[in-house]
């Protein structure tokens, strides 16, 4: 079970803005850098390091989208508002777009974070979450590209794999395994013919053009046609493995809707086992009433939505629940941070998670609620 650890550790928010620049995760000899968007739709960068020898595996990586309707696909670039930064431990970075493109229709937050297994290994995720800010559902399609250039050379890789997994490799054995759980369809082919395609002026769905594959890779994963309700929240996620098995890689995800889209509930850590020692979660809350009375639901199981006297319960109120209850500090923000135990016993539990905070002016007359929060213990 997790422990709730006292609010001393609760001070890990992102550092400040640093949206215009590039920000490289560290730990150990494992690194990332995810380069910075810019106005237009080209990939970020992405630089991907393992090991003493500093060579970098990585090219581009960005996160696509299209709604229903849209002529094109967009990518998450530098228009409306913008934030985030690399946390002060350095092993996570935010990328937040507050207005995708000033539509009002969706808010995506990318969340990027490392671990080393080894002196020459460790794993890299991205995840987007997708807000609906709008008061009609929304229907989109996503995509995850990523250019590899295996041991900085490009035009000698080696792909296998499905429609949610492509191994990368080359002659030097490094390998690096990218998964894209519940993509529909994915694509394989040398730069830039998918890169093409998410960056021009028409309309394109990758087509499974599926590995094998030899040559310059580039590839990318599609989720289709997701719906997103009023205020509800869906988080995608892309996973790394360098050199590792990655067995039993830590999981996060966003779901159900908050009764505000001002307010968020999120983690800036992934839940990890390690043997070696102690890890932390920390479970955040942003924009919530200021100096409210706020508590934390934690359970093992979710809940489907259920209304609970003006609230919408989107984990199992019943035992073993935890609620522990504090005070959102001025700027309306609070943390709860749990001690992962370094047992390996847990490994695959899943925990979810879901704020409340009394707020007078909510249209229930009680308080607000985010949306869900789940997270699944991996092990190093
Ligand atoms: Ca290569
Ligand atoms: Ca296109
Ligand atoms: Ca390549």
Redesign the pocket.
Known sequence: MLHNLPLILAVAGCGTALTAQAFTMTEGNFRATNGAPTVTHAPCGLALRSDALNTNHG?EHWWYYRVAGDTRELSLRAVGPTSGGLAPFQTHGDRDFGDVDLRGLLRANVDLDIYATGPASGVFTSRVTLTNLSAAPVTLDLFAYT????AGT?GN?VCTGTSNTHVVTDWTGVQVEIRAAGADASDVG??PSIRNRLTNTSVDNLANVLPPFS????GAFQWSNRTLQPREELSFTVVFAVDTAASRVPEVAHYGAGSTTAAQISTDTLPLQDNSGLRFLGVHLDGAQPNAPVGLLTNLASAPGLPFGGLTLWVDPTAPATFPIGITNPSGRTSYVFVIPSGPYFTGLPFYHQYFWVNPASSNGVGDYSAGLQTRLGRL
């Open positions: 090219f250019d590899l250039d295996i490009s890789d040398a730069y040559g310059d890779y580039t």
